[in-house]
């Protein structure tokens, strides 16, 4: 059967590409968080790749090894990125149980799940723990784990302001450097747009999700600031601050989980910038990233039958 | 207790204007049918198989209704005793019909028939079939992907490793005739199910020419007509460099089974052949071995009696 | 640089054979003449059993209108008219033809001479192609006389000669520009006068800059032929995809056919094939195969005669590698997969490929993780992963309106995908059966 040849990409290799792409983040959280984040994020991964083994194999009775492709450790990396450094070792447990078990395999395993496992695991822990979810460590405590200090994190200083009124004293630079408190992956914009140029040379992902998201967010939050200084953050805060690059560059992105075209591809980022700001700025949590991004993962499957690609001489169809 | 009361008399309002709303759906956009459709649907078996050439159970009722008579209409999967039950609903009489059984026609095991090429294309029948011969030189055996298996409601058909060709279990096949329609190669038949099961069949639909033919496989038809001239019966005709046999006419006299130099007729579910030929006319056979064939059944339901083909003992073994 | 607009892919170019002299491929022992060369009806034969013929002779009249007529490529016997197994993988029947000696019909024109000058008029051109047996050289073997005879109503403006061998690995069109450029050119006003345009471009990918060279100083002295030099980028040999490249118009999805647009496509070794039936009578009984493959002693382009079996060529080529794990008709991204080296060179043989096993092995199909690689790389703009996914639960209708039948079967789904997936097999599976309700629905009305 014809091709007789292949381009020789796999999922393992792209899977690789994406954890190259999420060292930066990683080791800069390991430096910024210490023991810490180190040991969240080897909990984190090694839960997840034994879920996914131990359900292939006893629930699924499954003899294809999928641990194979990497996917589970992506997984693994994602949930670490998204969980303070604090975090008590049963919640992270818990956390990859729900993003393997229940939100990948449920749905027949890589490719079949309707929502990011890592990020629906998060919204769940968030929900489930809400304390010890949004307690953030401060930054610089090399050796401490669960009785590091804590401290409150710019995004919900930055919150705070519409409630008080006044202007929060957020260092923009230590907020793109990432000397500043959250969870493992999200406080350093540089080193996850670091990751977002290694992604996009090694042709992983295109420009179209993490570009259309945050020049989104960075248009409302500026109109909005424009209109309301005080209440609402800088545009450059809102870009720097929280989880918006992790989700907009490894989030968002995750193949399964996006539209298909480049076209839908820009909606549905442009929807997840939309949703973000609207929950940052009128809604109850500092963050709004993650419920965004479950939100339009929903949307996928519409967007898919709605925006076709350009047919071969043909005018494209709405 | 004013709150208590606010809500019962809110639930109790909005209960009673859905159910208004309900009840004049229901009865503004009834649709009007002919209520023995449904009755007939309720003793129809319920699988939708389409076996009967109806989409659907539903499908089928309707037609039977609408009918006159139930000649040609037959429910396969429900057999005679169902379509005695519709013939009452609906005051008719219906044909008595022979049960018939699945057939896979081809004896191409991995040891009769050596491989010549290997297939890596999607796991199809229909798509192996397009691309050519197959794994082995027979351009018209089976070519083990499993289309038929897929196709099966019942979960009657099953690949057998060892062998490689599906096998059929006579007791789940309720000959609806989906793997029939599934077979791009048509080498299954839908065939009376005999007495006690007991069948004779050429288990080959090669047409090439013997010389071809005994190459590629070594229980394959090649229509030497051997078997038709001892045929007392006349039910054996011979075509395309293959023979046939008609199940109508076919007495099960097992004569040709014995003149077939390739061993490509086989008889089904027969007793252990005695020393003397003259006691294994079938028919006639003693009752106590009739007895242990029928319990014999279930287990070795279309596996070849043993002494039928040389070879088939090593085939069972591995 | 141009090329065409929507997705493509670039697979390693891998052409082992570029350079090499056209060689003379030894006459075979017995050559063989499958009915079914070409699309359309199979020929009839017109020879039996014992009867003795010529090289050129004609031994096969063409089945209908769109067909062909096939040619004897030896002298020598019939010795039967039987089945053998050509590149669909199935037995066709074909004619046997027993080799003695080497003796050509008196009709055919032996000199090398050039002849540049032609005072036929198109119907005659046309007819002489007919004669000849001419059909498409590039691997779908579409009669060229039904090519240049456009239905009513519709015009040609141009003719695009394609010469930009995507395929990997192939060289043979590469070959034959170096050594034929004249001949080429020539056959190409032949087609231009047939379809009475006055603008021919040859399309050549810019991975062949020697081959670009000589037909652009050779084209001077042919009027209003163009050499175009076109980006290097797979399919850009399908019709459809050539035609965008060069001219920029877009061929509606199907029934509609080039000419739609004013565009008349032939292979270049099509172009050659003209030349020599419409200048020196000589019928479409040999062509240039490239015989190739990594662990190939020595890849090469020869002339050889139809019906010759492959196996004499790989034998001539260096021998059968012993890793040999696919013999492959024509290129690796659409040829096919043969059951034997015995099959015959036929009208669409462009080359022999031999892939070793751990080569052509697919990797482990691996669920699709909707990556959308496939649908960035599909030149139609279809969606690949869906309509695979249609065929697999047989949903014809829907397949049906994502316009399933618009797919050119270039395989660049599958090569991309990375859970190698065989998207390809689903997708023609679900063309094939969605072509034929629509047959079926056609022949109803």
Known sequence: MSPHVHSGDSVSKNMRWVIIAMLPAMLWSFYAFGMGAVIVTAVSVASCVFFEWAINKYILKNDKCTICDLSAVVTGILLAFNLPSNLPLYIIIIGALFAI?????????LGCNL??????????????????????????????????????????????????????????????????????GEVSALCLLLGLVILLASRTITWHIPVSILVTVFALTGLLHIAYPVEVATPWHHLFGGGLMLGAIFMATDYVTSPMTPKGQLIYGFCIGFLTVAIRVFGAYPEGMSFAILIMNAFVPLINNACKPKRFAKEVKK | MNTILVAVIALGV????????????????????D?????????????????????????????????????????????????????????????????????????????????????????????????????????????????????????????????GLPEVDAEKCTACGACVKACPRMIIELRNKGKNG?????????????????????????????????????????????????????????????ECPQHSIVAVNFPPRKPKPAATEAPKAAPAAEAKSAAKAPETTETPSTQTAPSTPNTQKS | MK??????????????????????????????????????????????????????????????????????????????????????????????????????????????????????NPEEIVAKIKDAGVVGMGGACFPTHVKLTPPPGSKAECVIINAVECEPYLTADHSLMLEKPEQILMGVSLLMKAVNVTVGYIAIENNKPDAIALMTEKAKNFPGIQVVPLKVKYPQGGEKQLIDAVIGRQVPAPPAIPIAVGAVVQNVGTAYAVYEAVIKNKPLFERIVTVTGKSLANPSNFLTRMGTPMSQLIEAAGGMPEDTGKIIGGGPMMGKALLNAEVPICKGSSGVLLMSEKESLRGEEQNCTRCAKCVAACPMGLEPYLLAKLGEYADWERAEKEDIMTCIECGCCTFTCPSNRPLLDWVRLCKNTVGGIIRERNAKK
Not at chain 2, 124 to 132: E, L, M, V, W
Not at chain 2, 240 to 249: C, G, V
């Open chain 2, 14 to 33: 909005t209960a009673l204007v859905l159910a208004g709303v309900l009840f004049v759906v229901s009865k503004q956009f009834a649709v009007e049918e």
């Open chain 2, 198 to 258: 007991r069948r004779m069949v050429v288990l080959c639909v090669n047409k090439d020419k013997g010389a071809i033919t005994r190459k590629a496989c070594e229980v394959g038809c090649i229509g030497c007509g051997k078997c038709q001239k001892v045929c007392p019966f006349d039910a054996i005709t011979i075509a395309n460099n293959l023979a046939y046999i008609d199940y109508e006419k076919c007495k099960l006299c097992r004569k040709c089974e014995d």
């Open chain 1, 101 to 109: 078990g229940v939100v990948k395999m449920t749905f027949g395993g």
């Open chain 1, 115 to 184: 929502f990011n496992p890592a990020l629906a695991a998060r919204v769940f822990l968030l929900i489930s723990f809400p304390v010890k979810m949004t307690v953030f460590p401060e930054v610089g405590q090399m050796t401490a784990y669960a009785d590091a200090v804590t401290a409150a994190t710019p995004m919900a200083a930055i919150k705070a302001q519409i409630s008080t009124g006044t202007l929060a004293d957020v260092s923009l630079l230590d907020l793109f450097l990432g000397n500043v408190g959250g969870s493992l």
């Open chain 3, 3 to 120: 090329t065409f607009r929507i997705g493509g892919v670039h697979p390693s170019e891998n052409k082992l054979s570029a350079g090499k002299k056209i060689e003379p491929m030894a006459l075979p022992k017995q050559a063989v003449f499958p009915l079914s060369q070409h699309i359309g009806a199979p020929a009839v034969p017109c020879v039996a059993k014992g009867d003795m013929v010529k090289v050129g002779t004609k031994i096969a009249d063409a089945g209908g209108f769109v067909s062909a007529a096939i040619f004897s490529s030896v002298s020598g016997k019939v010795a039967k008219i039987d089945s053998v197994i050509d590149a669909s993988g199935y037995r066709k029947p074909a004619i046997f033809i027993d080799v003695v000696g080497d003796e050509w019909e008196e009709s055919i024109d032996r000199s090398e001479e050039l002849v540049t000058k032609c005072d036929l």
């Open chain 2, 35 to 163: 209520p023995r459709v449904g009755q007939v649907a309720e003793v129809l078996p319920q699988a939708n198989c389409g076996g009967c050439g109806y989409p659907g159970c539903a499908g089928f009722a309707d037609a039977c209704v609408k009918a006159g008579s139930l000649d040609g209409l037959l429910c396969p999967v429900g057999g005679q005793a169902v379509m005695t039950k519709v013939a009452d609903i609906l005051g008719l009489s219906a044909d008595a019909a022979e049960p018939k059984v699945a057939v896979v026609r081809c004896n191409g095991t991995c040891e009769h028939r050596p491989r010549t090429a290997v297939y890596d294309g999607a796991v199809s029948c229909k798509i192996a079939h397009a691309t050519g011969c197959g794994e082995t030189g027979c351009a018209f055996g089976c070519l083990g992907c499993g289309d038929c298996v897929a196709a099966c409601k019942f979960d009657a058909i099953r690949m057998n490793p060892t062998t």
